[in-house]
């Protein structure tokens, strides 16, 4: 099985390069850059296969795991940043870690957007997603993720992370020559109640499902051996 510490910093500094090509080619290319970090993610998957150490039931649970993430999503498109996408993804990484988080993040975001609408903007949410399950899979085994209270609270601050990251791509996509840490805070301050949208969203589907989800999650990782 690929390293952890190796496979956090491949896709990091992968995923940043892409992010930096897509700014320098603005709206162009934006499929390709998507695609790329798919198969970014996707980096364990040929690995394991190459070692024979790929089951099946891998591949099943990440397609199965992604299209609950987007059905976490697409339902609530109405209400701006409200939706389950996040829950599943940190519950994910929870679980299996963060190999399956950064894949079921930026699937999800995809997939996704192949209903809500691709664009620039779609590989920052890939990425955004893929980091969320990154590091709640880094934390899973600390006190602090261990209880549903720290669980709530990892969800509340990424909602806004992940809006202060968008934040970027919106300030670099529509005013690159003038990117201020001025204009940044602006466009924060601006999407505030979008984050807390998101965020507030995040605590409610922790508090509510975490537990039945996690008992499950545990039931398929001993019956599978996973």
Known sequence: MINSKKYIILILLGSILILIFSVLWTDKHYMIFSILIIFLSLVP???KF???ELKAENTVLIAILASAAVLGRVPFAAI??????SFVIIMTALSFG???GF???ALGAFVSNMFMGQGPW???QMFCWGMMGVSAGIL???KFMKNIIGQSIFGFIWGFLFGWIMNIWYVLYFGADSFSFQVFLVS???SFKVDLNHAVSNVVFILMFSKSWKKIFDRVKIKYDL
């Open 80 to 85: 701006p940043s409200v939706q389950a996408t």
């Open 122 to 124: 779609t590989i920052w």
């Open 103 to 105: 894949m079921v993040g």
């Open 50 to 52: 190459e070692r024979k």
């Open 188 to 190: 924060c301050i601006t």
């Open 45 to 47: 998957f040929f690995l």
């Open 140 to 142: 899973r085994n600390t």
């Open 98 to 100: 963060e190999e399956a």
